[in-house]
């Protein structure tokens, strides 16, 4: 009888055991799936095999298509990088033209993955909104644009009454409201969803002013019937980082955008560029050899091969290739301004890689 009872004890004891034992291994298995795992946008990204990049409707040097749709502009670039780093081309890209008020909601609702258009970072964008700001690839502030014959050459010449055409959805409009409140300046605001129609109106003599981010102001001003017959005022109103968002919840996803625009700045600081950078794999300097995957294991972090780095220099360019090509050479914004980097007076500065 005793010798039974003992049995059964001892059976529910293994039982028992061997129940921990399976839940231990399947917890165990599922945490190293979870680490090993890819973020689920690479992942997607990978299967679909291009990158899914939302631009602005047409802003030349930042993310404008010529007539047989091919786009360019530094926005751009950073999508073709991360295109370089995750399908190792940066030509797999899908560029969707997103307006300023469309642009949040296609990227929330998984229409696109990286959202890369003159694009301020604000505190209530980057926390309330679902989106992940990862950096900044330009340094702006809002301007006005006065036709010259105004007579205008300063912003303390505004008078109440003035009419100010801007588009809707941005930082611009909240910006201009602070600013006329601030002196007590009465004004029109003449506002349009689409870039082009503030243009156009502005153009056509329907408001005194046109107020913009100040590149953007540069940038728009190509399409006017006759640049020459409008000037910028000297005046910034305001701080605008543009830069690349992406949706909250993917972190992995988020770093890589993150450093792949990274790449593109530091290996400007150190003198890698499309043309050099396989010569700068025996470099003596241990952070360019990182750079460009001749030492160290950088993609391994983010589930990628170690040319990832190299392919997006070879590819895109450094920041500087970018900026030369989209924004200086074409006579957007010739002198680059803050978004200098920070050894040569500017304030574009990264963190190392490494
Ligand atoms: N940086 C500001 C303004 C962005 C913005 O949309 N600006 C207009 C005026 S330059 C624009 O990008 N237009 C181009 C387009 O809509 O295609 C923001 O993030 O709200």
């Known amino acids: 009888m005793l010798t039974i009872k003992r049995g059964k004890k001892m059976y529910k004891y293994i039982k028992r055991i061997t129940s921990f034992v399976a839940m231990f291994a399947v917890l165990f298995v599922f945490a190293g799936e979870a680490m090993a795992k890819k973020s689920k946008t690479l992942k997607n990204t990978q299967k679909k095999g291009?990158?899914?990049?939302?631009?602005?409707?047409?802003?030349?040097?930042?993310?404008?298509?010529?007539?047989?749709?091919?786009?360019?502009?530094?926005?751009?670039?950073?999508?073709?990088?991360?295109?370089?780093?995750?399908?190792?081309?940066?030509?797999?890209?899908?560029?969707?033209?997103?307006?300023?008020?469309?642009?949040?909601?296609?990227?929330?609702?998984?229409?696109?993955?990286?959202?890369?258009?003159?694009?301020?970072?604000?505190l209530s964008r980057d926390a309330d909104i679902g989106l992940t700001f990862v950096g900044v690839n330009f340094y702006d502030g809002q301007g006005f644009m006065v036709r010259?014959?105004?007579?205008?050459?300063?912003?303390?010449?505004?008078?109440?009454?003035?009419?100010?055409?801007?588009?809707?959805?941005?930082?611009?409009?909240?910006?201009?409201?602070?600013?006329?409140?601030?002196?007590?300046?009465?004004?029109?605001?003449?506002?349009?969803?689409?870039?082009?129609?503030?243009?156009?109106?502005?153009?056509a003599g329907r408001c005194d002013t046109y107020t913009t981010d100040k590149s953007g102001l540069a940038a728009q001003r190509t399409k006017m019937k006759d640049p020459d017959a409008h000037i910028v005022l000297p005046e910034t109103i305001s701080k605008e980082p543009l830069g690349p968002v992406v949706r909250q919840g993917d972190s992995v996803w988020e770093d890589i955008v993150r450093w792949s625009l990274n790449v593109m700045i530091e290996a400007e600081e150190y003198g890698i560029t499309s043309a050099n950078a396989d010569s700068m794999k025996t470099s003596e300097n241990p952070a360019?050899?990182?750079?460009?995957?001749?030492?160290?294991?950088?993609g391994a972090a983010f589930g990628l091969d170690n040319e990832w780095s190299l392919r997006i220099i070879k590819q895109v360019g450094n920041y500087g290739e970018s900026y030369k090509r989209n924004i200086a050479d074409p006579g957007i914004l010739p002198d680059r301004g803050p978004n200098q980097l920070w050894t040569k007076g500017g304030i574009l500065y990264v963190p190392p890689a490494r």
């Open 148 to 203: 010259k014959d105004s007579g205008i050459t300063s912003t303390s010449q505004f008078k109440s009454g003035i009419s100010a055409c801007t588009n809707i959805g941005t930082t611009t409009e909240l910006n201009m409201r602070d600013f006329f409140t601030s002196k007590g300046i009465s004004y029109e605001p003449v506002a349009f969803e689409k870039a082009d129609e503030v243009v156009a109106a502005y153009d």
């Open 288 to 298: 360019i050899k990182r750079l460009v995957g001749a030492e160290g294991e950088l």
């Open 50 to 122: 291009f990158v899914r990049c939302g631009v602005s409707q047409g802003l030349p040097g930042f993310s404008n298509a010529d007539a047989s749709g091919n786009w360019t502009g530094v926005d751009v670039d950073v999508c073709r990088a991360v295109a370089a780093a995750v399908l190792g081309d940066a030509g797999k890209v899908k560029f969707t033209p997103l307006s300023a008020k469309e642009r949040f909601t296609a990227l929330t609702s998984g229409e696109i993955d990286i959202l890369s258009r003159n694009t301020t970072w604000t």
